[in-house]
């Protein structure tokens, strides 16, 4: 079976020949969870975003499904991969129900499969439907936006999900209910596992939610490791890096 | 005091210009958002556009409105008819706010709700019709309205160049030194401007958007 997501070699030079992302060689496997860790401006969110063609690439390839980027037709695949960040996006002039149901509505599909779908992903995500379907997004708690956004990013039986720092505005405790509330969804929202590649700045999150750990420097991967090994790599990068988170959450508590 | 007697003999009259001058004010509108709308999204597409675009309908602004009548006079085809003529400056001096409003209105839309809307696999039309401009519309609105109300005042000028309207009372009025005209003329304009002005705010108010501060 083909890697869900697949990079090749992938850089990304800006036009005055400074790399974004070098060399990039990567597999997701399907099914799986793959966290993209690094500082800022490493070329994790960079990354992410050639998966579903926001952003181009200068060389290399990227597969989806065993099938290069390039070569597919962009709306269709946008449609069938989730993508959830930080600021939600909500559209705010639409019912909760309507923005989970976007996907479904752009495809043309009838109006009575989109409410149920809406429903059911919204009970999926810990919301009433009864509840919450006709609330609008202002109406909504940070947590409870990001419920709405993650049931938005399923709803069309999209089987791949990219996320942008999902749960980086929230609060400590709403962030692990929504990394439990994640768990739960990519392991009941289909038949399979839904393939998730994460990038988040949360060394924690990382551990707890992905199979593999990719460190990101400068554009270059600097370790690609099983989560459970990451902590104990001797590998510089990974050393330093996590030395450096240690003494951050060390100084704040 | 005659003022029922003036009343009652120009009853008709004041009816008449008052539909004359609606039919202007509107026909000029139609043409003016026809324009105006595509216009701006337009520029908020290619924003190279915009500056020159917006200087364009801006110094059309600024040409005193009896002045513009007086330009039109000698064209072809538009100068042959006198609501040509007005209709046209109209359009010209509506221009402005409607353009301007709907690029601001656009342009302002939520980054991140555009990225996610490109990123779900909307296409352009998807993404013009469901997002960009339900959520510029209150400033598309505020737009027609500052437009519907410039309009409504400057045709008045068009009695000038013979296009009837309200102006006609105003214009005979000042000729014949008799306020009770010009107020014939004034008073019926300033309403009309008042009720375009509260009919558009009522439609902007309805569809705000919600949780939204933005006009």
């Known amino acids: 079976m083909p890697a869900a997501i697949e990079f ?36 994790k969110t960079t990354l992410l975003r ?5 952003h181009g690439i200068s060389s290399g390839e990227v597969l ?44 043309g599909r009838s109006r009575g499969e989109i409410q149920e779908r809406a429903r ?25 936006r990001q419920r709405v956004g993650l049931a938005r990013a399923l709803a069309a039986g999209q089987d791949i999900l990219l996320m942008d720092e999902p749960f980086g505005a929230l609060d400590p405790l709403t962030r692990a209910e929504m990394q439990d509330v994640l768990r739960n969804l990519t392991m009941h929202v289909q038949e399979k596992r839904t393939t998730v590649l994460l990038v988040t700045h949360d060394l924690e999150e990382a551990l707890y939610l992905a199979e593999r ?12 490791l099983r989560a459970d090994e990451f902590l104990s790599s001797t590998l510089p990068a990974v050393q330093a ?11 704040h508590s | 005091m005659a003022g029922g ?69 000698p064209l072809p085809f538009i100068g042959e008819r006198a609501a040509r003529i007005a209709i046209v400056a109209l359009v010209g001096y509506a221009l402005l706010p409607i353009v301007r409003n709907t690029y601001t209105g ?36 505020a737009g027609l309205r500052t437009a519907t109300v410039t309009c409504v005042g400057i045709a008045t000028i068009a009695a000038a160049v013979g296009a009837g309207g309200l102006g006609e009372f105003i214009f005979r009025g000042v000729a014949s030194v008799d306020n009770r005209l010009v107020l014939a003329g004034a008073i019926p304009a300033a309403l009309l401007a008042l009720a375009a002005d509260g009919f558009l705010g009522l439609l902007e108010w309805k569809l705000r958007v919600p949780g939204e501060r933005r006009p």
């Open chain 1, 241 to 251: 890096y996590v030395q450096a988170v240690r003494r951050r959450v060390g100084a």
């Open chain 2, 106 to 141: 656009i342009t302002g839309v939520d980054a991140t709700v555009m990225d996610v809307a490109v990123a779900m696999g909307m296409t352009r039309g998807q993404r013009l019709m469901k997002v960009e401009l339900p959520l510029a519309m209150p400033y598309i609105l």
């Open chain 2, 5 to 73: 007697g003036f009343l009652a003999q120009h009853w008709d009259e004041i009816a008449t210009l008052t539909l004359e001058h609606l039919w202007l004010t509107g026909a000029a509108m139609l043409f003016a958002t026809a324009i105006s709308i595509p216009l701006g999204i337009l520029i908020a597409r290619r924003r190279g556009l915009a500056r020159p675009v917006l200087g364009v309908v801006n110094t059309l602004q600024t040409i005193p409105s009896l002045a513009m009548f007086g330009f039109l006079l």
């Open chain 1, 64 to 107: 989806v499904r065993g099938r290069p980027v390039a070569s597919q037709d962009t709306i269709a695949l946008r449609r069938s991969i989730g993508y959830v960040v930080q600021e939600t996006g909500l559209f705010p002039h639409f019912t909760v129900g309507r923005n989970i149901g976007l996907v479904l509505e752009i495809e």
């Open chain 1, 50 to 54: 050639t998966v579903n063609g926001m």
């Open chain 1, 213 to 224: 750990v990719v460190l990101l420097e400068d554009g270059r991967v600097a370790a690609n």
């Open chain 1, 120 to 144: 059911a992903l919204l009970e999926m995500v810990g919301l009433h439907a009864e509840e919450f379907a006709e609330r609008m997004p202002h109406e909504l708690s940070g947590g409870q």
């Open chain 1, 8 to 43: 090749r070699s992938v850089s990304y030079r800006l036009p005055d020949g400074r790399a974004l992302l070098h060399d990039v060689t990567l597999e997701v496997a399907a099914g799986t969870t793959v966290a993209l860790l690094g500082k800022s401006g490493s070329g």
